[in-house]
């Protein structure tokens, strides 16, 4: 079974940064759009965003377009997510999962792999 490790939470106040990190050890991530979820304490999980595995091509929710930016570094096998100007909403679990597809399928949730998620705190 493929896990996922995210990295890189933690607490932040509102209008701060992170960057969280996703890899997959013994699992070449390299060839799979790789996404990012959240889900808030008593909320469903929702789609945060995706990068597709060669083109690199993005989305995002409408409600961290412009704040949020994933990329990845296939050399390295890890994939990120760049979180800037952070607001108290975005408080939440973050995690990375793979459907194990190149391209993003954004809007899915069913992943193949997932990790165990980073906690993001955001103080007002």
């Known amino acids: 079974q493929v896990q996922l490790v995210e990295s890189g939470g933690g607490l932040v106040q509102s209008g701060g940064s992170l960057r969280l990190s996703c890899t997959a050890p013994?699992?070449?991530?390299?060839?799979?759009?790789i996404y990012w979820f959240r889900q808030a304490p008593g909320e469903e999980r929702e789609g945060v965003a995706c990068i597709s595995s060669m083109s690199g091509q993005s989305y995002y929710a409408d409600s961290v377009k412009g704040r949020f930016t994933a990329s990845r570094d296939n050399a390295e096998n890890m994939a990120y997510l760049q979180m800037k100007s952070l607001k108290p909403e975005d408080t939440a679990n973050y995690y990375c999962?793979?459907?194990?597809?190149?391209?993003?399928?954004?809007?899915?949730?069913?992943?193949?792999?997932w990790g165990k998620g980073t906690l993001v705190t955001v103080s007002a």
């Open positions: 013994g699992f070449n991530l390299d060839y799979y759009a």
């Open positions: 999962g793979t459907d194990i597809v190149s391209n993003c399928r954004f809007g899915t949730t069913r992943m193949d792999f």
